[in-house]
């Protein structure tokens, strides 16, 4: 076996403890810092938005990408690694699925499943819906639309008391309906209220944008593990992809993605450390996005 063949499993096995610790340590102060610059751009350009100054709509693209990559946050959150405290990883994962439409209790148990079983068709949950491989399938994927839809139809299923998936145990499956009641009680109460004090600004500060924002998520997740391996060993069934500092501030270092795999106790704020450690064992990286896609586009079947 050479070095970048080596499993995800002995490459962890043959850290120090004192290494793991050190990988492991949470931060409330890390996780504060990055979630103030994420809401806080959320708060300063919707505010620009309202105030409507003759650049307004091109400030909507960026909106958007803010809000939708609050997805990564929401990502962070359910780990429990944003922040040392779990009632805040929990509130502050509450706050972001409601903007992004994304029950996070339910996302838990769907993510923790992706994690066990990564890239195993059979039980991966996140390959239920196949990765695009004709390039309308592409451009659909790419749109957005169809998540969405998914994630409209996931509330719905939730709150109507249907089996909410099998990745969900049962003795969750009545906080899984609950939360999506909850949600969908809140989305009826926000629209009353914009209806009823006329207040169209919530269309263009939040929901517009995160349709618009949506394809640059998509065109970020499909990276992560499109076209890797059907196999076990998280160095080869997930990518890490090398980018520049504002995408990776954006979604809080996941594009270091094998290594978040390999060991998903580790918080955003040490993944660069633990990219350090284990960049030799990668076997599936990638520079850049955009190099992605072009290989990508280019497999797709005519």
Known sequence: MTVQDQDHRQFVAGL????????????NFKGFGQLAAHWGAILVIGGLIAAKPIFWPILMPLQGVLIVFLFTTLHESIHRTAFESQWLNDAVARVCGFLILL?????????????????????????????????????????GLPVWYSH??????????LKP??????????????????????????????????YPDLLYVWVLPAIIGQPFLRFYLLAEHGRCALVSNMFANSRTTYTNAIVRRLAWNMP???????????????????????KQHLQETEQGYGRFHGKYV?????
Request: include cysteine; charge should be positive.
């Open 165 to 198: 998936g099998a990745f969900v145990p049962s003795s969750a499956q009545a906080r899984i309906r609950r939360e999506a009641r909850m949600m969908l009680c809140l989305y009826g109460l926000v629209l009353l209220m914009a209806i009823w004090f006329q």
């Open 103 to 143: 029950p996070p209790d339910w996302f838990r148990y769907f993510h923790f499943a992706h994690h066990r079983h990564t890239q195993d068709p059979q039980n991966d949950p996140e390959l239920i819906q196949p990765k695009p491989e004709t390039p309308l399938q592409y451009a659909i994927h790419i749109s």
């Open 16 to 27: 120090s403890r004192r290494q793991k610790q050190a990988l492991t340590r949470r931060s």
């Open 298 to 302: 280019r497999s797709l079947k005519t």
């Open 256 to 278: 270091f993605h094998a290594e978040h795999h390999a060991f998903p106790a580790v918080p955003f704020h040490q993944l660069p450390q633990l990219h350090a450690l284990s």
């Open 152 to 161: 409209l139809k996931t509330l719905v299923r939730n709150a109507s008391g």
